[in-house]
């Protein structure tokens, strides 16, 4: 069975950094399409990035040059390194298997709360 | 604003059927068959519903079906059931692997 569990999320000030992991369960992550997708408070939900098998990376334009996307493959884990945090960042950050073109699989998501 | 645009509610009452459309532009829905529908329930993560326009995963009733015609994407659900009261999102690959979602739609059941 395939499980993501997210974590990482927490408050930080507008500015500051966070990292956000996945940890995998059931599939090999570094074998497949992996991505993020956040969902702002009472909002609707945003692609952020994607990774696939051969670690192409890709970002929505809203966090191009800020966010990274990378995996430990040993530990199975998805990352996500937020830098230069904004206040519009604030969200549910969840991660989720890409399957031709669908987000088949998503953890639970955890909570980016960017505020002074 | 969301690059697909979605009615923000629908409503329909038990065993009717109920449409969802989403309108993108021909640099996603119609140019890629890669349409997918999202449910989500409040404070559950997103499921999926129907891919590929038109297809549904194992699990997934047949009450939900998805076509699209040009640029306009669509969801059916008929025979409403309680359980089907939830916010819906369509989701569009839109080249160079990446991906817009719609806005969301609450659908109520009456």
């Known amino acids: 069975e395939v499980q993501l569990v997210e974590s990482g999320g927490g408050l930080v000030q507008p500015g500051e950094s966070l990292r956000l992991s996945c940890a995998a369960s059931g599939f090999i992550a570094s074998s497949n399409y992996m991505s993020w997708v956040r969902q702002a408070p009472g909002k609707g939900l945003e692609w952020v990035s994607l990774?696939?098998?051969?670690?192409?990376?890709y970002y929505a334009d809203s966090v191009k040059g800020r966010f990274t996307i990378s995996r430990d493959s040993p530990k199975n884990t998805l990352h996500l390194q937020m830098n230069s945090l904004r206040a519009e960042d604030t969200a549910v950050y969840y991660c989720?298997?890409?399957?031709?073109?669908?987000?088949?699989?998503w953890g639970q998501g955890t909570l980016v709360t960017v505020s002074s | 604003q969301s690059a697909l645009t979605q009615p923000r509610s629908v409503s329909g009452s038990p065993g009717q059927s109920v449409t969802i459309s989403c309108t993108g532009t021909?640099?996603?829905?119609?140019?890629?068959?890669?349409v997918s529908w999202y449910q989500q329930h409040p404070g559950k993560a997103p499921k999926v519903m129907i891919y590929?326009?038109?297809k549904r995963p194992s699990g997934v009733p047949d009450r939900f079906s998805g076509s699209k015609s040009g640029n306009t994407a669509s969801l059916t659900i008929s025979g409403l059931q309680a359980e089907d009261e939830a916010e819906y999102y369509c989701c569009s690959y839109a080249g160079r692997y990446t991906f817009e979602f719609g806005g969301g739609t609450k659908l109520t059941v009456l």
């Open positions: 590929d326009v038109n």
């Open positions: 021909s640099s996603d829905v119609a140019n890629y068959n890669y």
């Open positions: 989720a298997t890409i399957q031709t073109g669908r987000f088949d699989d």
């Open positions: 990774i696939y098998s051969g670690d192409k990376i």
